[in-house]
């Protein structure tokens, strides 16, 4: 549904995306994960014809974005980063309006616009204005804006920025409903987001494409390289979570009354939980507690955007999926 | 077609919804009824003159106090306008809705077409308002209304180039304030540009006189629909458009 070639956008000298080339199936979420200036935003600026590419080539469901641009936004919905509201107009007027210029038929209007409004609750709003909404709703808004005209490809650029939990909570929910008849890219750098929301998740840094995976296969490379915090009650298990096959140092971590907490790190590529509770267990234990200490995303984030000097080089991953 | 009618509505209601409307036509009628009472106060002394024999000619109301009016009005023009068409491009850049726009099934021109209009209409609208003094005119007396026709014809026309190039300098920056200034100080120089014209030789002049926007304006004062005048003013509206739509895309470009 979405092809990206070769991308690359320059501002003066500056290079803000390099050579990323990446492609998203009908119906799929994808996750655009990387650190501030990394290239999130311009990207999707490009992706939704905002900007043409100084080099490279996008195309929405076959139109390419330069050639065929009127074609390609048709079928594009995007929320940037701000949502674009005009202050002076109440809600309902400001759909209506974006609804017109997205070519939504005179007579579906009224009726899609009521349609957005209830899917991203904000028909309570309709007849504020938009300079007086709250961040929240502000978003939601922005959302609606996206959706009105039904495109086959949907760009969101942080759709949980400045949400309440309840609302992120609403926001995945709905993300996941349009999945299947939409086609969705959504940036963000809250990383459980991305494993909770995205089938496959694109990281970038610096300008340039570092991984493109699912979230599963990006933390199974990983796996075991990332330390397990485990918490046990009624004695010392230190011998035994040792003992465990691939574990390489267990320390202690804490210790609350009878329970103590211990930190296992383990051989690089081996996913040990399983070992270490069963062994838990079989002293007769009580496992209160195991976790990886950090989210494995996380971990893999860290690791494919921060530069080891000497040390290994960030996983390529597979660039044209 | 359509999608230019949607800009020019949403331009309008932001005019309408903002204090910029109301404050740009209360400014207007204000200072055209000022001029209108200084005027009609100069008509009738001379007129008073002329009774006493002391002038040559008979004074015309069209000649001597309509087309002085309108004169004076174009002064005022310099200052309003700029204030029409200011936020036009720099407030879309600066609030982000210039994303939501470009990023819509319309083109480029589309959006400039219907800011255009939106900012004509709002001006026409200002000119309409003026129409209730000249209505006073006819209520006392017995003007031609062709020759004030075509003095209307030529306010618009000149409104309408300077918006031109109003739009064209509010799509330079995100700043409404920055706009307003370049634009104001961009249509004095093109009303004084002419004053030059003597000391830049007979070539120079010729060229000067054709570019100072008043002076095509006498003639639609006078009453005179002169298809030069027309060509002109047309020919700077669609350049000024034209330079506007090659500012919005060298923007995309440069991101």
Known sequence: MIEVQNLTKRYGRVTAVDDVSFRVERGEILGFLGPNGAGKTTTMRVITGYMPPSEGRVRIAGFDTLEQPIEAKRRTGYLPESPPLYPEMTVREYLLFVAQIKGVPSRARASRVERAMVRTWIADVKNVHCRKLSKGYRQRVGLAQALLHDPDVLVLDEPTAGLDPKQIIETRQLVHELAGTHTIVLSTHILPEVAQTCQRVVIINKGKLVAVDSPEALTARLHGATPIYVQVEGGDAAADLQGVPGVTRVAVADRHGSAIGYEVESTRGEDVRRDLARAVVARGLGLLELRPLRMSLEEVFLQVTTEEPGGEAAPAGEATA | ?255
């Open chain 2, 1 to 255: 077609m359509s999608n230019v009618i949607a800009i020019a509505r949403k331009e309008l209601r932001a005019y309408f919804s903002s204090p910029i409307a109301y404050v740009v036509i209360g400014f207007f009628t204000l200072l055209f009824g000022y001029f209108y009472v200084a005027i009609l106060d100069w008509f009738v002394r001379q007129g008073m003159l002329g009774g006493m024999g002391m002038t040559a000619s008979a004074l015309n109301v069209n000649q001597h106090f309509v087309r002085p009016l309108l004169l004076n009005l174009t002064v005022v023009l310099l200052f309003v306008l700029p204030m029409i068409t200011m936020r036009t491009y720099a407030e879309e850049k600066r609030a982000g809705t210039m994303e939501l726009l470009l990023t819509s099934p319309i083109t480029d021109l589309q959006i400039i077409l219907g800011k255009f209009f939106g900012a004509l209409l709002l001006y026409a609208a200002m000119l309409a308002v003026t129409l209730v003094y000249i209505g006073v005119l006819f209520a006392v007396g017995t003007p031609e209304w062709k020759p004030i026709a075509a003095g209307y014809l030529g306010l618009l026309l000149l409104g309408a180039s300077f918006i031109a190039v109003g739009l064209l300098i509010s799509s330079f920056t995100r700043n409404q304030i920055v706009a307003g200034m370049l634009t104001f100080g961009v249509f004095l120089l093109l009303w004084v540009i002419d004053w030059i014209g003597t000391f830049l030789g007979p070539a120079g002049e010729k060229i000067v006189n054709y570019l100072s926007v008043v002076r095509h304006f006498d003639d639609f004062a006078k009453g005179v629909i002169d298809t030069t005048h027309l060509v002109y003013y047309l020919s700077f509206i669609t350049f000024g458009l034209f330079l506007t739509a090659k500012s919005v895309d060298s923007e995309r470009w440069r991101g």
